[in-house]
Structure formats: C-alpha cells, structure tokens
C-alpha cells in the first residue's frame, strides 16, 4: 500500500487510513491544503482539472477526490461536469489513483491558468443561446464592475464610491458583484467587464475568466499585503493597478479614497476605449 498526501498550502502530515475506508477503481485526486476558501479551490484545486476533462468525460466510473465537499467545490465540478455522486473526500481506496501536477501555494501556472480560462469559457459559451438576446452576444466597450465584501475588507464607503464611478463614467455600464449570484452568473459578469474594482478578496478569484486587457484595480491592506491577484494578473495578460488605503487590514475594513479610485478607473476605462481588451 501507499499512502499519499498532497500539494498545496501549510503542512503536510500523513495519517494512516483505518481499514474501512472505501475502494474505487479509478480517481484523479485534485486536493490540496486550504481547499475550502475560494481562491484556493479555484486557483490550485479545480484548476489541476481542467487539462483533463477529456479523461473525466471518458471515463465515467472514475471519482474525483477533493479536499471538501463544500457548495463552492461541487458547484464548481457539477458545472465542469462532473456530476455529486463522482465526487469523494477523505480516505479512499484507488485501484489507480491519477495525480495531476500539484499547484504552488498562491502560485499557479500560466498555462494552467489560461487553460482553466479556455474551458469554462468553452462551458459558458456551449450553455448560451447565441441570439441578439444573449447575456453574452454582446460586450460593450465600457462595462465596469464593482466588488462588494459584506466581510473582512469591506469597503465603508462602497455606495459613495459606485456612484461616484457611474457619475464620472455616464456612458458606461456600472455593476456591482456581491459573490450571491449564481456561478454561471458571477462567471459572465466578469467575462463581460472591460474594468474591475474591488478589494483583495474572494471576488477578484473570478477574473481568470476575464478578456486579455480586462483592467484590474485592486484594493490591498496596508497591514499584510498579498500580491497574489497581481501576480495572476500579469499571467492572465491584464493590466493591473493597485491602491492601499490607511488602516486598512485583512481581518477588518477600510474606506476607500474615492478621488484616489476614479483615477485609476478613469485610466483603466481610457485604455479600454482605445481597443485594448480583446471581444
């Protein structure tokens, strides 16, 4: 026997499985450590599957092994296609066990990244009727999204900032994200913004499916400052900007500077009337 633990965030500790643990003739195992917070099941966990969907439609008696079966994970793989009963968690028994190539911590690749990009793009279009009337036949030249935390990093003065956004940029559409809406949903609105706003947080893990171009302005803390959207930024080909307001933490809120953020958006809305984000 071989007992396996995987990839990903803090520390690895191997514990021998009890003897009455189930037995399943083929699973690809996808998890890693921190698999229930978003960024981390979109960014180092579902992503291992994407280059492999071929193999998973093929194959329908093989099991997807993930780290939790929480709402976001199986949302996640039900719209991949892979259906609950596949989905297992836990200690288990593989006949063969599949191990895609684990995921840095914070630090996926670019090619993963694209490729993650490629397929649920291909899964967005493939589930849209391709009508005038489509939620996706038509991208306008300015859409801006705003992020909206309830949480940790919750801007105080979002309702001032958004209205100051639409009030400087009346051509534009301007919508907010409250991360409520369904998958399918969250996924389009940001496939669809030409500019995105908002602070470091679980929303921005959406804009890996953003067009090339797409510009990103991203809300960070003064006190622990975590690049990592930048980062997948310059691996995704957008353009990013980045404001710190004071006494602003990951644990608690912060106040934006309003006249400090319809700056940058005016320069992101700028460079995208000049045709920079790919249709």
């Known amino acids: 026997?071989?007992?396996?633990?995987?990839?990903?965030?803090?520390?690895?500790?191997?514990?021998?499985?009890?003897?009455?643990?189930?037995?399943h003739d083929l699973v690809i195992t996808i998890a890693q450590l921190w698999g229930s917070a978003y960024y981390h099941v979109v960014y180092?966990?579902?992503?291992?599957?994407?280059?492999?969907?071929?193999?998973?439609?093929?194959?329908?008696?093989?099991m997807v092994h993930v780290s939790q079966t929480n709402r976001l994970t199986v949302e996640y793989l039900q719209y991949l296609g892979i259906p609950y009963r596949r989905i297992i968690t836990g200690n288990a028994n593989a006949r063969i066990l599949i191990v895609p190539q684990p995921v840095l911590c914070w630090?996926?690749?670019?090619?993963?990244?694209?490729?993650?990009?490629?397929?649920?793009?291909?899964k967005i279009l493939s589930t849209t009727t391709a009508t005038h009337s489509s939620p996706m036949s038509h991208i306008p030249n300015c859409?801006?999204?705003?992020?909206?935390?309830?949480?940790?990093?919750?801007?105080?003065?979002?309702?001032?900032?958004?209205?100051?956004?639409?009030?400087?940029?009346?051509?534009c559409e301007v919508l907010v994200h409250t991360g409520s809406e369904p998958l399918k949903s969250q996924l389009e609105l940001f496939r669809r913004a030409t500019s995105i706003v908002g602070p470091?947080?679980?929303?921005?893990?959406n804009m890996f499916i953003s067009r090339p171009g797409t510009g990103i302005l991203e809300f960070l803390t003064i006190h622990g400052v975590n690049l990592v959207f930048?980062?997948?930024?310059?691996?995704?080909?957008?353009?990013?900007?980045?404001?710190?307001?004071?006494?602003s933490s990951h644990e608690g809120s912060m106040t934006a500077d309003i006249p400090e953020v319809l700056s940058v958006v005016k320069e992101m809305v700028t460079y995208a009337s000049k045709g920079h984000v790919t249709q």
């Open 1 to 23: 026997e071989i007992i396996m633990a995987n990839a990903g965030c803090g520390d690895k500790n191997v514990i021998a499985p009890g003897r009455m643990i189930p037995s």
């Open 44 to 62: 180092e966990n579902i992503i291992r599957l994407a280059p492999l969907l071929n193999i998973t439609d093929r194959f329908q008696n093989l």
């Open 107 to 122: 630090n996926p690749s670019t090619v993963l990244l694209r490729v993650l990009r490629q397929v649920v793009l291909r």
């Open 143 to 171: 859409r801006i999204l705003v992020i909206r935390r309830d949480g940790t990093r919750r801007v105080t003065n979002h309702k001032l900032m958004f209205k100051a956004i639409e009030d400087q940029h009346p051509d």
């Open 200 to 205: 470091h947080g679980a929303g921005l893990s």
């Open 230 to 247: 930048m980062t997948a930024a310059a691996k995704l080909g957008f353009q990013y900007w980045a404001l710190a307001f004071p006494d």
